[in-house]
């Protein structure tokens, strides 16, 4: 469907739940409490919102937490989730740590594309940012990837300080592999205010003197906001998702269900509807499509993250909350 800024929305990023396995120190860095298991959305009632979601034009899904895998029967809601009448696409965002064991299930379950999140190809600095001795898991989930034929990405979120210097050799995995490596600039959500990110241009700048020869790529590449380019002799491309830097509220094209059931417009603003209250008071489809369908239609045309926190009414829930 159309929002009232002309955007076609037609992609939903899904939290499945808030917990996760790692403590990335710029998303989840220690103990907090998590949601109540009786706030979660139960898989059903997830599946419910997404038909009604298909009805609105809404065709795409990706899957995403916490961390989507530690969630029992996750595999078994996404092939219902690809099932549905109106799904064209189900992609999975994950740390990578669970992926391997399940890699073939999901490869009959024809899920269409997975991100794998690594900042770093550094045993102890993952360590240091995940809090986690896990790296060798993530590279193992990685090389996997290659054999299953899904078509995977690998997303990374450089900090000025921790990992920045690790930019051209996180590059060269698009060399080696056959992946997207895409950069995400850090966005001040929760414990991501507390750094302080690379933007395109800065890692452009960086890149251009070692690969001066890289080419713009032109045609579109998955749903997301990225640019990509391409560098000779490489297998997968090098994207930048500029959040902050190079906002791109212009072609969005995508809302955000909470684990909680929370439908969101924007990943800066805080409210949004509650789709779990509306389910368990029995509403009838037609109004809780109706409630999605005038949300969506008034999304916010920007986010406002350049406005600190006390200017503008961002959000409070951490991104473990809200799944990137
Ligand atoms: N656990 C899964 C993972 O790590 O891929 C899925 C959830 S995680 C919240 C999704 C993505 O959000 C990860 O790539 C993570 O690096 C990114 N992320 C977390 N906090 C962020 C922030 N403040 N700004 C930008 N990206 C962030
Ligand atoms: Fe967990 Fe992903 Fe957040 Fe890291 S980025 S703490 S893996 S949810």
Redesign the pocket.
Known sequence: MKDSHGRTIDYMRI?ITDR?N?R?K??MPEELPSIPHEKILRFEEILHLCRLAGELGIHKFKV?????LVRKNCLKFLKDLKELPATEQVTL???GTLLSEYLPELKRIGLDGI???L?TLNEQTFEQITGRPEFSKVMDAIIACQASGIRTKV?S?LLQDVNKDEFLQLVCLARTYQVDVRF?????????QQFK?CSRQELLNILSETYPDHVQVHEHRGNGPATYIHLPGFKGCIGFID?IHGKFCDSCNRVRLTSDGILKLCLYYQNGIDLRSMLRAGDPDSSIRAAMEQAIFRKPSEHQFHLSALEGPAEERR??Q???
């Open positions: 939290s996760c790692l990335c710029y998303c995403t937490g916490g961390e989507p965002t994950t740390n991100n794998i999140s900042d997303n979120v995400i600039e850090i966005m001040p959500i929760g414990f991501g990110g959040a991104m473990s809200i799944g990137g």
